[in-house]
């Protein structure tokens, strides 16, 4: 990749391409290899230098790296895409013991729940239960939860059918309800105002709690991933009732002292289900989660010696992909990327043309999700194996 140093960026050419090869040491792809996952290994390789740069500057010796799942790709969020925050994957900055959390990841807790139908309601009564939920205080643990749950962003309640349900022992519907918990992330922010500490790095600058603030924060991130849980049962719950929950699970979220998973999800034990949806109207699919990596699949994705330590962590990443992410419809790579001392600029490439447009994100180039491969990427690298096909029946982005 091309980096251009412009406007007195504060790294010297030979500095800056050696901090970048030796965080390109740390990046560890199981994605696409789309133009999408180019540009989130932009992100990646930046977040990781960035983090080596603190944690020199904090007296630790660098040790970051990032996974990234079938569904690697780059945050559509404009600050987050600023600050180089990879999507996509599991990040690593510490062995559990290193004495501090970056905050610009900005956890929301952003998950799915998916939960038995009974029978088959029309779209119409769906929506009239929507409508009748307006205005309703729901609340948990006396914290009232918001009720824009299924219009921002990606967020969605669909339906589906099960296909060949009764061999399965599974229900002939379902509904995956994908939605966040803004109010613990809102909460968290607002914590993270008042006790951070701001480092500047030549990749960024980054806000990092230490010491008692990183360990309270990490309990207020526990209790607000169990939160967002709840609230998409008790959603679930008003909407169909006291059913089967199938799999409800977070894939943004803090995960230990010195790691995260950001935009996928994290398989706890072997055989755990989850439901992997893709684009709208195509079928989602449930998928028993595997271990992994395995011996076999490491030797697949790395080349040359590596750390011990980069080992045990590809051996337990345990990573299987929440959707197909975003991929970019009219990019065929990325010609340049133009740095200066306050943030970046991408230049694509489209076909021919080279350099016609350039962007600060992503947001506002033509993208939509995969949907070809994320499957296949799974069985190669034997993340999980395929439970179920789901036929979808609609969707809804609504709240009233």
């Not at 199981?30 to 983090?51: Q, S």
């Not at 501090?100 to 779209?123: W, Y």
Request: glycine share 12%; hydrophobic share 35%; with cysteine.
């Amino acid at each position: 990749m091309e980096y251009e140093l412009r406007g007195g960026y504060p790294l010297k050419r030979e500095e800056f391409d050696e901090r970048m090869r030796y965080a390109e040491k740390y990046l560890f792809s199981l994605g696409m290899g789309d133009p999408a996952e180019e540009v989130g290994r932009i992100n990646a390789t930046l977040y990781i230098a960035k983090i080596h740069y603190i944690q020199e500057k904090l007296g630790y010796r660098p040790r970051a790296m990032f996974i990234g799942a079938p569904d690697f790709t780059f945050q559509t969020s404009h600050h987050k895409f600023y600050a180089s925050v990879p999507e996509g994957g599991k990040v690593i900055w510490g062995d559990g013991t290193y004495d501090f959390i970056p905050e610009e990841i900005e956890f929301d807790f952003c998950g799915t729940l998916t939960g038995a139908v009974g029978g088959k309601p029309s779209l119409e009564e769906i929506l009239d239960v929507l409508h009748g939920m307006n205005g309703k205080s729901l609340e948990i643990d006396g914290r009232k939860i918001e009720m824009k749950n299924f219009s921002p962003g990606s967020h969605f309640l669909n339906l589906y059918e099960v296909l060949d349900y009764e061999a399965q022992d599974l229900p002939r519907v379902v509904a995956i309800l994908h939605t966040s918990s803004n109010e613990m992330r809102d909460l968290l922010i607002d914590f993270v105002r008042e006790r951070d500490e701001e480092i500047r790095t030549p990749f960024g600058k980054s806000s990092i709690l230490r010491g008692e603030d990183a360990r309270e924060y990490e309990e207020r991130c526990k209790y607000a991933s169990d939160f967002s849980k709840r609230k998409r049962r008790l959603l679930f719950e008003q909407i169909f009732g006291n059913n089967e929950i199938i799999a409800n699970h977070n894939h943004y979220e803090l995960v230990g002292p010195n790691e995260a998973i950001i935009g996928c999800n994290l398989i706890g034990r072997g055989g755990e289900v989850f439901a992997i949806t893709l684009d709208d109207s195509l079928p989602a699919y449930f998928i028993r989660g595997k271990m992994n990596l395995s011996k076999e699949k490491i030797g697949e994705i790395v080349s040359g010696p590596i750390e011990r330590w980069v080992y045990e962590e590809l051996g337990r990443a345990n990573v299987l992909p929440h959707g197909g992410g975003h991929k970019l419809n009219e990019v065929d790579g990325v010609a340049k990327v133009v740095l200066y001392p306050d943030g970046k600029v991408i230049i694509p490439r489209c076909g021919s043309k080279t350099g016609g447009m350039a962007y600060v994100d992503m947001k506002e180039v033509p993208r939509g999700y995969r949907s070809g491969g994320i499957m296949d990427r799974i069985r190669s690298l034997k993340l999980g194996d395929h439970y179920a096909t789901l036929r979808f029946i609609y969707g809804l982005k609504v709240d009233f």
